[in-house]
């Protein structure tokens, strides 16, 4: 008995570890072929769904759909959406709440998950494991090894363009942000990732550096 439990617990371990080595090649694979741009534009549809207030399978009270784009360069990106515009020079953050009319600003903080690290955030503090494969999708699962408000995410890779197309992120009250990537552009013509006041009449200004 303790010898098939020692196999099994082997056999175990090899497929587990085997699952890292594919999810991490997968990984790496993206993120070098990303990191040759200079910069990258992505249009993406964004769900939001809160669970706690599902009111049966078919009603998700708690939805929201919106679409967006990201516009990276280097520690810098731009994040427009239907209701809010983020700009981040790599010094700086502007928040621009379009229906207030009001504008936060913070200090940049490397802390925090953004998007100039959307190809290459599973280099630290991530353990990672390959799900599955279908049509050349790849599903990869990622588990934080300190956050508590984040407790997975997982991530789908076209293989055969090399590009992610999807990030579905879990956290601990049962609330997921999904990221599906509609369509990529690489090394464009981009505008300055400067946020103009006098751009805005009358816009509220919160400045909290």
Known sequence: M?????????SLSTITFAQEK?????????????????????????????HSLKLDESVDIGEVVQRGTIIIEGDKFQIDMDNQTIINDGENQWMHLKEMNEVQIIENNPEVLSPNTL?????????YKYISCIEDIH?????????KDIIKTTIKIDSRKNQLREIVIHDKNGETQTYILKSIKKDTLIKP????????????VIDLR
Request: hydrophobic letters at 45%.
């Open 193 to 204: 990732f400067i946020f103009n006041i006098n751009d805005f009449p009358n816009i509220e």
């Open 119 to 127: 190809f290459n955030f599973y280099k630290e503090n991530y353990k």
């Open 139 to 147: 599903i990869i699962d990622l588990f934080p090894k300190k956050r």
């Open 2 to 10: 303790n010898k098939i439990v020692t196999i099994v617990l082997i």
């Open 22 to 50: 594919k999810a991490e090649a997968l990984l790496e694979k993206l993120d070098l072929h990303t990191g040759s741009y200079k910069n990258i534009t992505i249009n993406f549809d964004f769900i939001f769904k809160n």
